[in-house]
C-alpha cells in the first residue's frame, strides 16, 4: 500500500475524529484534535494515500527533552501494513534528531497487538497506571523507548 507521512493538517480533521471513533472507545474530540495540531510543542503525522485518504495518525508532546505519544491509530482496514511502524519509527528519529531522553505512551494492558508492536520497536515495559482507561475501566502499561547519548 502506498501513502505518504505528512504533518496532519486542519483538513485531515474529519478524517482523524473519523478514525478516532473507529479506533478508541473514549475518542479525543474533533476540538482537542484541533487544538493538538495547533501546539507547537507537538508533532502530529499522517500517513496519506495518493486520494488523500488518511490511513493513520500519531501526535508526539514533548517537555524539555522528554517525549509523550498522544495517540496512534491506524484504520482497521489499513492495520498489519506497516503504517503504525513507519509512525513510531519517524518518532524515534525525531527523538534522536532533538536529543530526547526517551519517549512514552499508554496502552491498554489487555492491547496485545499494540503491546507487541511497541516491544519490537525497542520501548520496554516501565509501570502501570491502574484504572487509567473508562469505556472499559483498565490500567494502562506505561513503555518506553530510551534513548542513549552519545
Given at each position: 500500500?502506498?501513502?505518504?507521512?505528512?504533518?496532519a493538517?486542519?483538513?485531515?480533521?474529519?478524517?482523524?475524529?473519523?478514525?478516532?471513533?473507529?479506533?478508541?472507545?473514549?475518542?479525543?474530540?474533533?476540538?482537542?484534535?484541533a487544538?493538538?495540531?495547533?501546539l507547537?510543542?507537538?508533532?502530529t503525522?499522517?500517513?496519506?494515500?495518493?486520494?488523500?485518504?488518511?490511513?493513520?495518525y500519531?501526535?508526539?508532546?514533548?517537555?524539555?527533552?522528554?517525549?509523550?505519544?498522544?495517540?496512534?491509530?491506524?484504520?482497521?482496514?489499513?492495520r498489519?501494513?506497516?503504517?503504525?511502524?513507519?509512525?513510531l519509527?519517524?518518532?524515534?528519529?525525531?527523538?534522536?534528531?532533538?536529543?530526547?531522553?526517551f519517549?512514552?505512551?499508554?496502552?491498554?494492558?489487555?492491547?496485545?497487538?499494540?503491546?507487541a508492536?511497541?516491544t519490537?520497536?525497542?520501548?520496554t515495559?516501565?509501570?502501570?497506571?491502574?484504572?487509567?482507561?473508562?469505556?472499559?475501566?483498565?490500567?494502562?502499561?506505561?513503555?518506553?523507548?530510551?534513548?542513549?547519548?552519545?
Open positions: 500500500m502506498d501513502y505518504r507521512l505528512l504533518p493538517l486542519p483538513a485531515h480533521l474529519d478524517q482523524l475524529e473519523a478514525m478516532e471513533r473507529a479506533c478508541f472507545s473514549d475518542p479525543w474530540s474533533r476540538q482537542l484534535l487544538d493538538l495540531l495547533a507547537e510543542n507537538a508533532r503525522i499522517a500517513a496519506v494515500d495518493g486520494d488523500g485518504t488518511v490511513l493513520g500519531a501526535s508526539l508532546q514533548t517537555v524539555l527533552d522528554e517525549g509523550y505519544i498522544n495517540n496512534l491509530a491506524v484504520l482497521p482496514a489499513c498489519r501494513l506497516g503504517i503504525a511502524s513507519a509512525l519509527e519517524d518518532f524515534r528519529r525525531f527523538g534522536e534528531a532533538k536529543g530526547l531522553a519517549l512514552t505512551l499508554e496502552v491498554r494492558a489487555s492491547n496485545a497487538p499494540a503491546i508492536l511497541y519490537k520497536h525497542g520501548y515495559q516501565a509501570g502501570r497506571r491502574k484504572n487509567y482507561y473508562s469505556h472499559p475501566k483498565e490500567d494502562a502499561i506505561l513503555m518506553t523507548l530510551e534513548f542513549t547519548k552519545a
